[in-house]
Nanobody, 127 residues
Framework: QLQLVESGGGLVQPGGSLRLSCAAS????????TGWFRQAPGKEREGVAC????????VYKDSMKGRFTISRDNAKNAVYLQMNGLQLEDTGVYYC????????????????????WGQGTQITVSS
C-alpha cells in the first residue's frame, strides 16, 4: 500500500518561511510524479506545485511562482516544498500526492490527476 507522510507544517507569521517534506513508505517515490496541494477552510483542494519523477519538470500555480519551490531528493525518497514569503491566504492543510505518470492531467497539477495521498499537514499564517 502506498503511504505518504507530510511533515513540516506549523504556525508562521506573514512573510515567514516553512519547508514541507513528503516521505514515502511501501514504494519508491522516485518512480512517481509528486505534487503538493492545499485546502483552505471552506474551499476546494487546489494544486500548489508538481514535479516529475526525475525532477526535470516542475509546474507551479501562478500565485506561488517565485515564492514556493518544489524539489525532490530521490536518494532520500522524499519530495519537498520550500515556501517563502508566506501570506495569510496560504493558510490551509497541505497534502502531498503521487501519480505513476506525468502526462497532461498530472502536468496540470490538479488533484484528480493524483491517486495516492498523504494525511496532510496544517499551515497557519497569522500575526
Amino acid at each position: 500500500q502506498l503511504q505518504l507522510v507530510e511533515s513540516g507544517g506549523g504556525l508562521v507569521q506573514p512573510g515567514g518561511s516553512l519547508r514541507l517534506s513528503c516521505a514515502a513508505s511501501g514504494f519508491t517515490l522516485n518512480d512517481y510524479a509528486t505534487g503538493w496541494f492545499r485546502q483552505a477552510p471552506g474551499k476546494e483542494r487546489e494544486g500548489v506545485a508538481c514535479i516529475s519523477a526525475n525532477g526535470a519538470s516542475t509546474v507551479y500555480k501562478d500565485s506561488m511562482k517565485g515564492r514556493f519551490t518544489i524539489s525532490r531528493d530521490n536518494a532520500k525518497n522524499a519530495v519537498y516544498l520550500q515556501m517563502n514569503g508566506l501570506q495569510l491566504e496560504d493558510t490551509g492543510v497541505y497534502y502531498c500526492a503521487a501519480a505513476p505518470t506525468f502526462t497532461l492531467v498530472q502536468r496540470m497539477c490538479v488533484p484528480r490527476g493524483y491517486g495516492s495521498w498523504g494525511q496532510g499537514t496544517q499551515i497557519t499564517v497569522s500575526s
